[in-house]
């Protein structure tokens, strides 16, 4: 399994940023994909996660009605909309793959990206 981030950058507090991941190698389509971020000194933070299945999403809390998390299946690939981005959702951003249900745990995904750098200027 592979996946590879893209879509982070510099962005001002208030603005929008939209995160890819590409995944391939999958051999079913059990599978969830999840977002997560760090930021310098703090740990790793489950952000939203998508079950290729069901389609069923679950957010933490404060990215609720802000963040949004789509997949094109056709493409194997996971989006991650951000809007009205404050400082405090800076970070690496990772997505990340589970071979099972959707979760915002880390220690539950066995397939990870390179991640990709959020920026946001106050």
């Known amino acids: 399994v592979q996946l590879v981030e893209s879509g982070g950058g510099l962005v001002q507090a208030g603005g929008s940023l939209r995160l890819s991941c590409a995944a391939s190698?999958?051999?079913?389509?059990?599978?969830?994909i999840a977002w997560f971020r760090q930021a310098p000194g703090k740990d790793l933070e489950g952000v939203s996660c998508?079950?290729?299945?069901?389609?069923?999403?679950y957010y933490e809390d404060s990215v609720k009605g802000r963040f949004t998390i789509s997949a094109d299946n056709a493409k194997n690939t996971v989006y991650l909309q951000m809007t009205d981005l404050k400082p405090e959702d800076a970070g690496v951003y990772y997505c990340?793959?589970?071979?099972?249900?959707?979760?915002?745990?880390?220690?539950?995904?066995?397939?990870w990206g390179q991640g990709t750098q959020v920026t946001v200027s106050s």
């Open positions: 990340a793959a589970n071979l099972g249900p959707c979760s915002l745990s880390h220690w539950t995904y066995q397939y």
């Open positions: 998508i079950g290729r299945n069901d389609g069923k999403t």
């Open positions: 190698g999958f051999t079913s389509d059990d599978y969830a």
